[in-house]
């Protein structure tokens, strides 16, 4: 009996170091999986963002097979621009939609400055004949009401350039706070934490993406 327990220890003791060894490999060897994953596959539709991106399956949300998600967790606009030749342009995709600023809010990066970033990413996507659809930035429900005003009155501007800038550039502009937010915030209703959201919200993000997508037949 005693021999059977030794023997069932030092088995769960090697499945959890081949585990965590697994693990430690995958981390370190992340963008080599993703490359090799990807390097084939066609895609036609690149959603391209932060984490607010990233937390969604985008292939099973839009019911395709040709979408990839270049959600990047903790990005601001500047970090998007030279992530674009890795994680859109390579892929030439037909169409991007891309999602981004309130990380570079969060760390207090004047709006002024993530409205040039808009403007390079825009211009090389478009350089690209990549089509650029611009999704507005998303309020935030923190618990701390002057942090949530303060933040929420400069997600109003940035949003009022990407309205702007879309116009100019005869762009697509997805207004998404529409539905997600009231009274300048976002709804208790569809975040997890004062800004990731929940299912119910992607749901109803998804379903402006795809109209987009038939109205452009993509």
Known sequence: MKNLQLAFSISMIINVILIVCVGVLL???????????????????V???????????????????????????GFTTYNFIHALDKHVIKHAPKICFVEGGINDLGVEIP?????KNY????????????EPVLQSVLYIDYSQAEVTQQI????????????????ENNL????????????????????????????KAYKIWADEVNKILKEKRY
């Open 27 to 45: 981390y370190l060897f992340h963008d080599e999986i993703y490359r090799k994953i990807t390097k084939n596959k066609k895609f036609t539709v």
């Open 47 to 73: 959603m391209f963002g932060n984490s607010l991106t990233s937390h969604c399956n985008w292939s099973e949300s839009l019911n395709r097979r040709d979408v990839l998600n270049s959600g990047l967790p």
């Open 111 to 115: 709006v002024s400055e993530i409205q």
């Open 119 to 130: 403007r390079k990413i825009i211009s090389v996507l478009i350089q690209n004949k990549i």
């Open 152 to 167: 929420n009155a400069q997600v109003d501007s940035l949003n009022v350039f990407l309205k702007k800038i879309a116009k």
């Open 172 to 199: 697509t502009y997805i207004e998404l706070n529409k539905n997600l937010s009231e009274n300048g915030r976002l709804k208790m209703e569809f975040h997890v934490d004062g800004l990731h959201l929940n299912k």
